[in-house]
């Protein structure tokens, strides 16, 4: 593929976005993450696709770009729900119950780890620390952190009748 095709891989407004971040930048491969995260604020995950255009962008090689959004778990390379459900699997909320909280979730939405309700409204994934270990077990959907999380915290946040998630994104 030729280089002005993979760049058009890329939107105006995401390679505009782009072009800001690099306007601050050293060299342009300094801001992978920032741009993998435009890319995603604007189509929810990032294709290979769109990683082999950004890379080509940032004038880095695909597989260099594939090892930083890997590393780093909140790109998603696979296609999400509307809203992803981060729950915090390390150490600190795993001794405070955090897998209790997860089979709690999962069984609310009737979907496992991993998975993505059939509406595609929700993802529910592991994530490593989110850094707030005082506060564990803990979740996170969008930049909104639940923290303390218990039984009933998870209730309140889940409607009864069905799998729709009423309150994420709010305090409980
Ligand atoms: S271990 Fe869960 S926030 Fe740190």
Redesign the pocket.
Known sequence: MKQANLISALSDRELADIDKEIAHAPYRCAVAIDALKIVQQYRGWVSDESLRALANYLEMSAEELEGIATFYNLIFRKPVGEKVILV???????I?D?DKITRQIAEKLGIGLGETTPDGQYTLLPV???????????LMVGEKLHKNLDGDKIDKLFSAGDSAVVKLGEEP
Not at 128 to 138: E, I, K, N, Q, R
Request: glycine share 4%; hydrophobic share 30%; with cysteine.
């Open positions: 915090c699997d390390s150490v600190s909320c795993w405070k955090s490593t620390c989110l850094g707030a270990c005082d506060c564990a077990p803990v």
